[in-house]
């Protein structure tokens, strides 16, 4: 079963403020100034949406995002966003059972990676890429292990939590990066956060 975040939708924010402060929206908020004005976008498990605002801050017009996120309560939230005068598209499902027009000038997957055995990320990582034009930009945001004690010990209690609470099929980080790579996507971007734990990339073919 793919990772559902409604049970968490209501104090998911704020828990994440308290644990990481700013770093999960500095994180993304990092991104967002390559994306070209006027471009169509998708971006998959938004949450409660706030990045739609931080997006809506930069281009507050011109831009046509298709919004794509399984959890309810998480959509209804994203719904009530300003989104200034650009054009979104509320589409309730996991993006891998939409069938979407291949023509996404940029892609923006934060945090989404980390809740999937190696098995859905393929098939999650391949339906996204399918969507993504020749020469388009993947913004990606997630954590990273790099060898500090104190990263496996959050990323093993997270796991733990919303598994309890959200019936997530993870108990350990995939390959995120060799996803890219292997793909033939090259970094033309990156930044890390939060003792590195957590990194940014943007990435091209
Ligand atoms: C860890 S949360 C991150 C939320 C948000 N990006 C943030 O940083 O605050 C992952 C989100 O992805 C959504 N999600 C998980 N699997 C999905 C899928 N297959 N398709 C669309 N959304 C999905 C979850 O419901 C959840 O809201």
């Known amino acids: 079963m ?6 968490s939708a209501w104090f998911y924010d704020r828990l994440s403020r308290v644990v990481y402060g700013k770093a999960l929206v500095n994180a993304q908020v990092y991104l967002l100034k390559q994306v070209p004005a006027n471009s169509k976008v998708l971006i998959v498990g938004g949450g409660t949406g706030w990045i739609l605002e931080e997006l809506s801050m930069i281009h507050s ?8 996120e399984i959890a309810e309560h ?3 939230l994203s719904k009530k966003r300003n989104i200034t005068d650009n054009k979104v598209t509320f589409i309730n499902d996991a993006v891998e059972n939409v069938a979407l027009p291949a023509d996404f000038d940029v892609v923006i997957t934060p ?4 809740n999937f055995t190696e098995q859905t990320l393929g098939k999650v990582f391949t339906h996204i ?7 388009g930009l993947w913004l990606n945001t997630d954590f990273q292990l790099t060898g500090k ?3 496996q010990v959050l990323l093993k209690t997270m796991f733990l939590f ?3 609470l959200c019936g997530i099929e993870a108990s350990k980080l995939p390959a995120i990066e060799k996803r890219f790579a292997e793909a033939g996507y090259q970094v033309v971007d990156r930044k890390t956060f939060f003792g590195d734990f957590i990194v940014s990339e943007a990435y091209k073919k």
Do not use: R
């Not at 890429?129 to 020469?135: I, T, V």
């Open 149 to 151: 004690w104190w990263q």
């Open 162 to 164: 919303f598994k309890i």
């Open 129 to 135: 890429q399918s969507l993504l034009k020749k020469d």
């Open 74 to 76: 998480m959509m209804a």
């Open 61 to 68: 017009s011109g831009l046509h995002i298709t919004y794509v």
């Open 111 to 114: 945090f989404l990676f980390d």
């Open 2 to 7: 793919a990772a559902n975040y409604n049970n």
